[in-house]
C-alpha cells in the first residue's frame, strides 16, 4: 500500500481523503449542472459515483488511525471537503467564490487546527 514515495500513514490517508471528497462532490453536486435529468436516474448516478468514495475513504480512515486520532481524521475530512467543494463550485459549477465563503471556511478552518494542537 505504501509502496509508492511518500505514501506513509502520514501522507496516504490525506491523498486518499482528497481523491474520495472529489467523488463524493461530484456525487452530491454534479448534477445541478444537469436539471433535466430525472431525479431517480440522478439518485442511481450519484450512488454509484458514492461507491468509488466509499473504496478512498474507509481504507484512508483504517490507515490514518495508526497515526491521527479520529477526531483528526474527522477534521481532516471537513477541511478537505471545503478545500474541493470551493474548487469544484468555481471550476465545475462556475459559481462565484466571494471573500465572505472564503473568510467563512478560514474560520471554519481555523477551529479545525484546534483539533491537532499538542496539549
Request: no cysteine; hydrophobic share 60%.
Amino acid at each position: 500500500m505504501f509502496a509508492l514515495p511518500g505514501w506513509t500513514p502520514w501522507v496516504a490517508p490525506v491523498l486518499m481523503l482528497v481523491a474520495s471528497n472529489i467523488f463524493m462532490t461530484l456525487a452530491w453536486y454534479g448534477h445541478l449542472k444537469h436539471r433535466a435529468a430525472p431525479l431517480l436516474a440522478v439518485i442511481f448516478i450519484s450512488w454509484f459515483i458514492a461507491l468509488f468514495e466509499y473504496f478512498l475513504a474507509v481504507p484512508a480512515n483504517r490507515i490514518g488511525h495508526t497515526v491521527y486520532s479520529a477526531a483528526q481524521l474527522k477534521t481532516m475530512q471537513e477541511v478537505i471537503t471545503l478545500v474541493v467543494f470551493v474548487g469544484f463550485s468555481w471550476l465545475y459549477l462556475k459559481e462565484p467564490v466571494t471573500g465572505r465563503h472564503l473568510l467563512g471556511f478560514a474560520l471554519i478552518a481555523a477551529g479545525a487546527a484546534v483539533i491537532f494542537l499538542k496539549r
